[in-house]
């Protein structure tokens, strides 16, 4: 279960980050996003509303991930992951046929974030979520009840 939490926390942090940096600084991001590399302005011009939607989808999935994280209900973190996924799947694509602009370094670092993007949250979706202890206890009855 703490494999799972941490995955999900990964996700919070790296969705809070580029949502807050879209959203509130949207030509900073255009210009730099990640680090100074510039990976959106070298895709095209500056688009203050596209960057924003991007900031607000991003801390969208900010809160579903980091309520996951914190209530770690099987069904919530399958939800979340699965809508991460809705999310991170096509952006892989889009980007994974879209690599002429992009030197060998940053393709290749634009591949590998963008796939952990899309392979954590598949093993959250699809892996087994772990079973909770059961402890038993009296009822009122004295009959004993698992919780």
């Not at 980091?66 to 980007?95: I, K, N, Q």
């Not at 060998?104 to 590998?112: F, H, N, S």
Request: a positive charge; glycine letters at 6%.
């Amino acid at each position: 279960m703490r494999s799972r939490r941490a995955a999900l926390v990964a996700l919070t942090i790296a969705s809070l980050a580029v949502g807050a940096w879209a959203q509130f600084a949207p030509a900073s991001f255009h210009a730099s996003f990640p680090f100074g590399r510039a990976w959106v302005s070298t895709d095209g011009p500056f688009n203050e509303h596209l960057i924003r939607d991007v900031g607000g989808l991003n801390l969208a999935l900010a809160v579903l991930t980091g309520v996951a994280a914190v209530r770690m209900h099987a069904e919530l973190v399958r939800l979340a992951a699965v809508v991460t996924l809705v999310f991170s799947v096509p952006h892989l694509a889009y980007h994974a046929l879209h690599l002429e602009p992009y030197g060998r370094v940053d393709a290749t670092g634009m591949m590998l974030s963008l796939a952990l993007g899309v392979v954590v949250p598949a093993w959250l979706a699809w892996s087994p979520a772990p079973r909770r202890r059961t402890t038993p206890s009296a009822s009122p009855s004295g009959r004993v009840v698992h919780r």
